[in-house]
């Protein structure tokens, strides 16, 4: 069983910046995708970024692409989310999630990912 958890949510004002981790434990042998979804209220859960196994592969949905950045370090166990310039528009619940044996691909569909964590809140206000 793998286990996910996320931190570094928070609030923060428009135009700031924020980093969130996801920090695995478990059975994390062998390489898996992990994805970053948000869902704010009344709206329906989106892909933001995704990263391959082997950390090759990133991809990122129109909303965010050229303001957050995906990496991940596989001697922590550990991805980030670095989110720059963040909007109103950002606040939401923040998920990661994993997909078992994806070393080269990754994507942010949510179908396929099999392990989520409890997520964390981002919120962007003045």
């Known amino acids: 069983q793998l286990q996910l958890v996320e931190s570094g949510g928070g609030l923060v004002q428009p135009g700031g910046s924020l980093r969130l981790s996801c920090a695995a434990s478990?059975?994390?042998?062998?390489?898996?995708?992990i994805g970053w979804f948000r869902q704010a209220p009344g709206k329906e859960r989106e892909g933001v970024s995704c990263?391959?196994?082997?950390?090759?592969?990133?991809k990122y949905g129109d909303s965010v692409k050229g303001r957050f950045t995906i990496s991940r370090d596989n001697a922590k166990k550990t991805v980030y989310l670095q989110m720059n310039s963040l909007k109103p528009e950002d606040t939401a619940v923040y998920y990661c999630?994993?997909?078992?044996?994806?070393?080269?691909?990754?994507?942010?569909?949510?179908?396929?990912?099999?392990?989520w964590g409890q997520g964390t809140q981002v919120t962007v206000s003045s």
């Open positions: 990263i391959s196994g082997n950390g090759g592969i990133t």
């Open positions: 478990g059975f994390t042998s062998g390489y898996y995708a």
């Open positions: 999630a994993a997909d078992w044996g994806r070393q080269w691909t990754c994507t942010i569909q949510a179908d396929g990912y099999a392990y």
